[in-house]
């Protein structure tokens, strides 16, 4: 009996990386994933075409800070970081409230909810899943497309990115916030409920304390994949040092491609330190 279960066990997971290994072969079949190409001769010497004309980085003062400040490099990495943080806290205050309303934990389960009637129960679940789903829809377009649609609607510009950035960011931070809280220790929030607070209360006093530093992490985390996102959305108009990128590839002007794209990797490498000693700071 001891030696089948870890024999049914084995035979369980060689199925398991049999059926991945398919999956892998046939996804690569349908993206026609070709290895080869990359060490062709020709791509060999397109690829360092396109390199060395990109060196050495454009440095100028004219292309730095142009003619005004707005319209120079500096200006659209400052702008980017101001996307990227003015979008993060838009979605963190729209994501509080919605994980309290999609979390099953505050709105219809658990110990909050012993004796309580079918009535409220039935209310609960939905408003629970009708804010799931909102939940969903926001984060499942991805912030390109948010980009464009704020951009048709409101014109050029970085007011278009932030609200791309916090509608999706909205999604992906609720969805969060509310699988913490529905993971959150029950006995805990009961005993709040039982010395007589509120709902309210016993979710804000047993609950929220015990996800705080979570919630605090991964908020920042999200903000470093926001300053990602916000240099890309200038492809579509909604300003920041994506727009910079647009102009230098339609223009083949590659030196100053290269200047922008090396300023995106320090703008990325300063907020990864930051983040990090933020995080640290939580812990």
Known sequence: MGEHAPSSHRR??????????????????????????????????????????GFP???????????TVRDGLLWAIVETLAISIVGTGLAVC?????SLLSASSVTHEGPLYVGASQRRLVSGRLVHTGVRWLLSFCR????????VLFVTALGLGPFA????????????????FADFLEE???????????VGASRLQAVCHGMVPQITATVASYTVYRWECTIRSAAVLGFV???GIGYHLLLTVQRLQYQRLTTAIIAVFGLVLWSDWLASRVRASLG
């Open 237 to 239: 108009g909604a300003g």
């Open 184 to 194: 959150t220790d029950p006995l805990t929030t009961e005993a709040v409920a039982t």
């Open 94 to 98: 729209c994501a509080v409230p919605a």
């Open 140 to 147: 499942a377009v991805p912030e390109i497309v948010w980009g």
């Open 57 to 67: 980085p454009d440095l100028s003062r004219s292309y730095l800070v142009s003619r």
């Open 161 to 176: 990115g932030v609200l791309a950035l916090a509608v999706h960011n909205t999604g992906v931070l609720g969805k969060l």
């Open 12 to 53: 369980r997971w060689q199925g398991r990386l049999v059926a991945g290994a398919v999956c892998l072969v046939v996804s690569g079949w349908i993206v026609s994933f070709d290895p080869a190409k990359l060490v062709a001769p020709t791509a060999r010497q397109q690829l360092l075409a396109f390199v060395q004309s």
